[in-house]
């Protein structure tokens, strides 16, 4: 079982529309979390950080719950342009605070 | 900042050859770590380094991956020999400190026919 899970998709969406996207992790010693994006055949880039009092920017909302293991990421008023794989990722145990990925979440924005 | 820099950015080798991919991290950053990208496994750490000593190898798949850091500015990963089953993107990542975001290279597009 991979530590982070995300739901893969696609998520359809037509513009303005509001979109979630939730991740599950099984490490509760995680320490941090962030949400990248990454498009079609690019690196992954940082989206936002995400911390335990939630955390906006612009049209982006990111949640996290401890007790229940789940960060979130809303999308308002979605834009062509969001259309990307999100990816969520959490740092793993140990001392090492190695970045762990979800698999993805595909988001396509349509007119 | 020129940001995380790797080469090259595509690699079209035959099956058995050596394969060396190589990866400049920001300045300043003492985590690096190398990831591989596949439709069916997602992203995958492979290693990581923390000031060029490695810390976690554990998703090294076997013995014909290796990596080196021999210092701060320049990491490598090899391949030998390289099999089909090896063609993915490989992608390298540095951080300034423990927890902190990774900046990711562009990547290596690799295929071995």
Redesign the interface.
């Known amino acids: 079982r991979?530590e982070v899970e995300q739901d893969p998709g696609p998520f359809n969406v037509p513009e303005g529309a509001t979109v979630a996207f939730n991740c599950t992790y099984s490490n509760s010693a995680s320490?941090?979390f962030?949400w990248y994006r990454q498009d079609c055949r690019?690196?992954?880039?940082?989206l936002m950080?995400v911390y335990s009092s939630g955390n906006e920017d612009g049209r982006f909302t990111a949640q996290l719950n401890r007790a229940s293991q789940y960060i979130s990421l809303l999308i308002r008023d979605s834009k062509l342009s969001d259309s990307a794989t999100y990816?969520c990722v959490g740092?793993s145990s140990g001392?090492?605070?190695?970045?762990?990925?979800?698999?993805?979440t595909s988001l396509i924005v349509h007119p | 900042d020129a940001g995380v820099i790797q080469s090259p950015r595509h690699e079209v080798t035959e099956m058995g050859q050596e394969v060396t991919l190589r990866c400049k991290p920001i300045s300043g950053h003492n985590?690096l770590?190398w990831?591989r990208q596949t439709m069916m496994?997602?992203?995958e750490?492979l290693i990581?380094f923390?000031n060029n000593v490695p810390?976690?190898d554990s998703g090294m798949p076997e013995d014909r991956f290796s990596a080196k850091m021999p210092n701060a500015s320049f990491s490598t990963l090899k391949i030998q020999p390289s099999e089909p089953r090896d063609s993915a993107v490989y992608?390298c990542?540095s951080?300034s400190h423990?927890?902190?975001?990774?900046?990711?290279?562009?990547?290596t597009r690799l295929t071995v026919v």
């Open positions: 991979k320490q941090s962030f690019k690196e992954p880039k940082l950080s990816l740092t001392g090492s605070y190695i970045p762990t990925f979800g698999r993805g | 985590s770590f990831y496994r997602g992203l750490l990581y923390n810390i976690d992608f990542a951080s423990r927890g902190t975001e990774a900046f990711f290279g562009q990547g």
